[in-house]
């Protein structure tokens, strides 16, 4: 049985690169030849042990890579074609899917639902920091890419460019709304390029590292607030002639960056929350004007599922959105332990480190 | 001069009867007299202090009356007709109102935005509380009653059928939806009413008081649990096969009934959230899926203007809800602080109370 | 290899009893053994050969019925379980599914989307008048019948109820609407319900047949009105004090329900519309404020899928929607051509057939 | 009393400048001196007779001008402010108002609604091809223009931005959609600037015009489509790879225009319509599915009001949209009627006249 080379969980602490048989696909599966993947904020969320997954499991959620074979039951496709595959796999088919909440997939529970059910690489399944790949339920999964784009321009979709852009989505961005993002990191960085490719005319980001307050003007911002030298809520203010935001968007997973955003609307404003939070959250009385200001907080777990793909590569073929430049470091898959280090530690200017095996 | 009655809020825990001239209807006004009002959970919070308004401010926002006197402005309405108004009294000219959040009215600032500014009856103007009471923007605000409606029948309309409803409309219900409601006070009944009318077809009501646990089937309740006998969440999970609720409707403003509400819903599940905080709340992590659940949480302020009361009084009409039965009790203006004493302590079962001058 | 009968289309004007052999289930579909089905409006029209349908083709859309064998790919369902499937048997995992779009089905299709492609049943592949029935992609399509609802209770779930409600859906009816709902045959009858379930509180119909006229007040109308006695559009600006309807459900796909539907809406209403139609349609200009009325015509085909047919369940279940009177007639399988006859002239007050084999 | 120049209608073909005495603003009024404004499509409809309008009303609703009177009871603004006011001008008070149905504003009506009824200026009262101009419910209506704006870059704001940017919302474009606009004057190139600014990434325009098919690219088009040179249904279907466009803008008001519309959708697409049309539409049977292509035909009307305008403005602020290019000729108040006749005959590639006092 062949090998291939992956990137295990051991325990907190530990991504190490190991070897495991290449997987055959199920009728339903495909197994994909990854060509290019990615570390993402999450993996170092897991490396920490702060968020759990199983010992040995293969890490990894943004794959580009080619069909190797096919399920059984597999129609649309064919072995060979170039592809990407959603870091959310839903199978489409559970009550969850048939809803639409397709990140919330529950196929194999009694009821259907799950929370973030959806996510299966590298959080349930093997994931794609490896030489291969199966991706499940590969007929609603499988987005072929356009032979125009490299794999270095569509690695965002998967994960950071959807998820950015479902921050913008699911606060109901509209054509001359004022926007404040919370934090340019990656995903942060998504979510301003969403909120002017949706047609917000004011956009405010929060940020203090240089390097990612440079690019956020760069990804669509209006105006960058160093938290550092300014109070963000009193700036946002300022900057919107008293009046708030309409839509902010959270994009760490922090107390500090939620409470700024509740902070920063005007009344009946929508709070969009990306952030991975690893504690209790408050909020604050009067920032919530005591239960009564026609608010709403809405959480998005990344989008995934072919459409989606093909939408964000689209988006990606029109040039509206350039992710490229989010492409900071590039390694071996054999390299993986030292991109972690890289990536996990924010050395270096680091936003996102194309891997290819 | 000619003086009238009114209930006013002297200091923490006083409100008192006492005398005020009867006020002149400015161009865009109305004035109507009162002939029939009530006491809400709100007025409570003031009494108490919780909730700070001016010093011999007339007390009271649900008020059922007749055109006294109209504004010289005042187009569409003539002296005489039956009317109610909502406790919300938007301008419908402020950039609030202009973008469909009247409860969030900024007529007068600036910008055109104030949190909870169009709550204005006994929170920045005289209230309804009194034989004599000045509607603003009246053009907005003035529904006419029909005929074959009793005051009794439409007195709910101005709030809590108003701000039920909402709870309901906020969690946009959907057929077949399971909701949940915590509380079962009259606004809390008046949401189990709300989700039952937008076809709730599994409503699930938390309570322990026995009348209100008997009224909130009358109101459309499937189940009721009584928190005292059983864990609202489990039992919850259990009513929905696991699952949780699509909806859960928060109708108390305590920690404890939001933490239930957000426990109780599915993954991509909604809380509507109605009550009136005192204090700041907490979000529990494991709850909130670490902001991976595609949740929604929403708060809503009464809707008002003339069109919300005219709808609320057609279901009213239509016999579809039928709230006369919250009105457990009737006072004389004159014992209006017999009425504070009996609503405030929630004694004899009382729900609402119909106060006449 | 056993033989099952079958209803099959011969040509234009025959539908007609034969055999065939049971089918055996591929990996992903599930064997159906049919206890009770009925014939639909629709087939009336593949019966005349107005909507063209392969010649052999088992006809039928409508199945209840036990799982005889499931696929062997098929998990989370028994054989033995009583369901029902829905006239609409989405993949779930083309991209109009995943678009939310689960009616217009395009598996199979390069693109993911084909007009219609959702409705398979009788349309493209063999349908429910039969003793067997195989449902496609059955993970997303089976819906088990709660032990306590007959066969009859839940006979109108799988088109007729999810297709008149979804009249009521797309119109987006809120609390306290006026809704016009042209012809109350099975549809427009399901459609009168749907209104009434999301809250309208003036339900005005319009049709000439006594039994549908008296079935109509049954299922939630509040006005109905005899198109012979009175002018619909003129009677329904009466009963809405000039104002016209907030929406209106056109059930039959002719032009004069189409443009009394257009003509009784207010400014700014919705022409929600169910029939199929059979020839152009015309949109007058007046009726249509030359384009400037902020008017919507919207277009529904019945939705679909095992969560679709959970929740009708459940409003069956709930009491909320009694569809057990429109069962009019039953006949055996045997009869189906006595039955298509019955049915296709509307004789003896006929609403809908229980045909069991 | 002073008196000021204008440009009346006086009958089918004649438009001409004539002279009424500057009039004095009501309480609720403003009196603006108009510094800019323009000619629209539809006034060309009024002067060949097919929208009728009184004889002797002053023409025009795209004002720019100054506040030079203030009405009694207005009160957020003050006289010598340059301010805009959109074509149309709602009051906010009037039940369609509080529905949101700004456009359709019934203010003077028994029941609050009236089709088009927002729309006011040079069709129900006097309009802004004037030296003065009265704003009515100024408080609703007056926006005040960012000094670093010149009259023309908000000259498009009042009307053609609102309108095209209106079918693109109307049409609830989404991030990664297809969309094809049907004419590229005015009002089709600020639609393709909207469906741009709100994310769709293959925007297919229809023309035949050459500046107008250069304007387009510049607007935001991504393919333009000679319709003289090729089949556009064909043409669209090809660009998106056979499956049609998920939004198709109609911007012209024919039956040609809406026809292309419909059969270039998606199943399940939307036909967001802007046109003024001047006879009956039809509706194809195939083109609509049978009524079963779960499809939404909507038309918009310009929303109006301050905060739409603030809105806009912040667009050009943003200089996401330029519609500096768009006024192609100027001319003074006095030359009106030479004005029209260029327009009105599409002469000297003009899309945008700016006319000055």
Redesign the interface.
């Known amino acids: 049985m062949a090998k291939m080379k992956v990137a295990i969980f051991v325990e907190s602490g530990r991504i190490v690169l190991d070897e495991k048989p290449i997987p055959d696909p199920g009728?339903?599966d495909a197994l994909i030849r990854i060509t290019t993947t990615t570390i993402c904020g999450t993996d170092i969320h897991i490396l920490k042990g702060e968020?759990p997954v199983a010992k040995g499991l293969t890490i990894g959620h943004e794959p580009v890579g080619i069909i190797e074979k096919l399920g059984?039951?597999v129609?649309?496709f064919r072995e060979g074609q170039r592809v990407i595959a959603g870091a959310i796999t839903?199978?489409?088919?559970s009550?969850?899917?048939?809803?639409?909440?397709?990140?919330?997939d529950?196929?194999?529970t009694?009821?259907?639902?799950?929370?973030?059910?959806g996510?299966k690489f590298g959080n349930t399944i093997d994931g794609s920091q490896a030489e291969y790949l199966l991706v499940p339920?590969a007929?609603?999964n499988l987005a072929p890419v356009p032979d125009d784009l490299t794999d270095e321009q569509v690695l965002m979709c998967p994960d950071i460019l959807s998820t950015g852009?479902a921050g913008?989505?699911s606060g109901r961005i509209?054509?001359?709304d004022s926007v404040a993002v919370f934090a340019q990191g990656p995903i942060g960085l998504c979510a301003t390029a969403?909120a002017k490719?949706?047609?917000a005319?004011?956009i405010i980001t929060v940020e203090s590292v240089p390097e990612r307050m440079k690019m956020s003007r760069q990804m669509g911002a209006?105006q960058v607030i160093d938290f550092k030298k300014a109070d963000p809520v009193e700036e946002i203010r300022r900057l919107t002639?008293?009046?708030?935001v309409d839509v902010a968007i959270e994009a760490l997973?922090r107390q500090q960056t939620f409470e700024w955003a509740l902070r920063s609307l005007?009344?009946?404003g929508t709070l969009s929350?990306?952030?991975?939070?690893?504690?209790?959250?408050?909020?604050?009385?009067d920032a919530?004007?005591?239960?009564?200001?026609?608010?709403?907080?809405?959480?998005?777990?990344c989008p995934g599922?072919?459409?989606?793909m093909?939408?964000?590569m689209?988006?990606v073929?029109?040039s509206?959105v350039d992710t490229r430049p989010l492409v900071t470091h590039r390694f071996k898959l054999d390299q993986i332990e030292e991109a972690y280090d890289l990536f996990g530690h924010q050395r270096d200017g680091v936003l996102k480190i194309a891997i290819t095996p």
């Not at 599922?305 to 989606?308: H, N, Q, T, V």
């Open positions: 009728p339903l968020y059984s039951q129609t649309g839903p199978s489409g088919t009550t969850a899917c048939l809803c639409g909440y397709h990140s919330q529950g196929s194999g009694e009821h259907g639902w799950q929370a973030m059910g996510w339920d007929m609603a852009f913008a989505e509209r054509i001359g969403g490719l949706m047609g005319t004011n209006d002639d008293g009046r708030g997973g005007r009344p009946g929350s990306l952030g991975v939070y690893s504690s209790d959250l408050k909020i604050p009385l919530f004007s005591a239960g009564l200001g026609d608010n709403t907080i809405v959480t998005s777990l599922g072919k459409e989606r093909r939408r964000l689209s988006v073929a029109s509206r």
